[in-house]
């Protein structure tokens, strides 16, 4: 699986970004897809995460502000971020994993910042 994310960018305090990751190269369907983000001299943390089945889970800290969903049919996930704050700033990461396949994928991040 190749992961290609996407929309990134500066957002003021309050606004919104929808990030994009579009997988290539094997059966999307069959993988569990999750955001990672990293801050500035912080470790990777995880954000969301979406089962083939849909069952969705998010941090405590983007709860009801972010909504992660995938579109299978177009191997897509989604993460759809409002109510944006500084602490949000960090680069994204998309993930794809299939643990009975023994498989780990890692998109190369999408820059977000978030000015006050």
């Known amino acids: 699986v190749q992961l290609q994310a996407s929309g990134g960018g500066l957002v003021q305090a309050g606004g919104s970004l929808r990030l994009s990751c579009a997988a290539s190269?094997?059966?999307?369907?069959?993988?569990?897809l999750a955001w990672y983000r990293q801050a500035p001299g912080k470790q990777r943390e995880w954000v969301a995460h979406?089962?083939?089945?849909?069952?969705?889970v998010y941090a405590h800290s983007v709860k009801g502000r972010f909504t992660i969903s995938r579109d299978n049919a177009k191997n897509t996930v989604y993460l759809q971020m409002n109510s944006l704050k500084p602490e949000d700033t960090a680069v994204y990461y998309c993930?794809?994993?299939?643990?009975?396949?023994?498989?780990?994928?890692w998109g190369q991040g999408t820059l977000v910042t978030v000015s006050s």
């Open positions: 979406i089962t083939t089945g849909g069952a969705i």
């Open positions: 993930n794809a994993l299939n643990p009975a396949w023994d498989r780990n994928y």
């Open positions: 190269g094997s059966i999307f369907s069959a993988y569990t």
